[in-house]
């Protein structure tokens, strides 16, 4: 069974439009097992989701596939979205420097939504460390550019 919700054409309350990804009858198998029996869903602009399952049930697979690394069965790509959405992705499996920051890894990427938040978390962090006028200064603005963004 899948629960599906498709709003055509609505808009924000500045009138600009929503935008969404959009999977409609997704099937997907592995060997044997079948992971995706044509799932249907939306995610809208702004959404927040999480994704939630055993091992073994799909997840990872099916990020794979939203973000474009993979597709499911079938000559029918199952995945809509805008021209312009763009989707990052990280997946299981890395090979990072010993260097590395867990949040670099986290953050990694030129999407200025993830710069803000980096910026944000890195504020944080000095916050911590070191409370005085300069870095409550940062931590305003890094504040300010999250609420900006409904970060």
Avoid at 19 to 37: A, I, M, R, S
Avoid at 129 to 147: C, G, S
């Amino acid at each position: 069974m899948a629960f599906f919700c498709y709003n055509n054409g609505e808009k924000f309350e500045d009138g600009s439009e929503m935008k969404e990804l959009k999977v409609t009858e997704l099937y997907k198998t592995f060997g044997d097992k079948t992971l995706f029996d044509r799932i249907s869903f939306l995610i809208h602009e702004k959404d927040r989701i999480g994704l939630i399952g055993v091992n073994g049930t799909g997840k990872s697979s099916l990020l794979t596939i939203l973000a474009g690394k993979d597709s499911g069965d079938g000559d029918v790509s199952a995945i809509e979205k805008a021209s312009d959405y763009r989707i990052g992705y990280l997946s299981q499996e890395q090979n990072f420097s010993d260097e590395t920051l867990v949040l670099d890894a986290v953050f990694q990427g030129n999407n200025p939504l993830m710069q803000t938040v980096r910026e944000y978390e890195k504020v944080l962090l000095e916050l911590s460390v070191d409370n005085n006028a300069d870095t409550q200064r940062k931590f305003t603005l890094a504040e300010e550019a999250m609420n900006k963004q409904d970060a």
